[in-house]
């Protein structure tokens, strides 16, 4: 059983940046790969980043691509969210998760993720 823990959102406005910790424990962090994902009132999750294993294999939605950096230290059991040049539209609750294995395969889709953390709401004002 692997536990997250998301922190460091909050109200920052268009054009700020914040940076988005998630904390693992419970299992071998390197055997997972990570994902953030994001929720806005009314809609559906949707998928932000994705890291492999290793850290090597990096996916970013096209809405983030060149203003989000998604990255992980093994030593420390933490993946990070960098988050630069925000907008209004960025605005939701984001959630990082781990998706077992080494294969760098549905590392896109949320139904691949078995463990979620609770959350850091990211509120971005224009």
């Known amino acids: 059983q692997v536990q997250l823990v998301e922190s460091g959102g909050g109200l920052v406005q268009a054009g700020g940046s914040l940076r988005l910790p998630c904390a693992a424990s419970?299992?071998?962090?390197?055997?997972?790969?990570m994902g953030w994902f994001r929720q806005a009132p009314g809609k559906e999750r949707e998928y932000v980043a994705a890291?492999?294993?290793?850290?090597?294999?990096?996916y970013y939605t096209d809405s983030v691509k060149g203003r989000f950096t998604i990255s992980r230290d093994n030593a420390k059991n933490t993946v990070f969210l960098q988050m630069d040049s925000l907008k209004p539209e960025d605005t939701a609750a984001y959630y990082c998760?781990?998706?077992?294995?080494?294969?760098?395969?549905?590392?896109?889709?949320?139904?691949?993720?078995?463990?979620w953390g609770q959350g850091t709401q990211v509120t971005v004002s224009s």
């Open positions: 998760a781990a998706k077992f294995g080494t294969r760098d395969v549905g590392l896109t889709t949320p139904g691949a993720y078995i463990y």
């Open positions: 419970g299992g071998s962090f390197s055997n997972y790969a």
């Open positions: 890291v492999n294993w290793s850290g090597w294999t990096i």
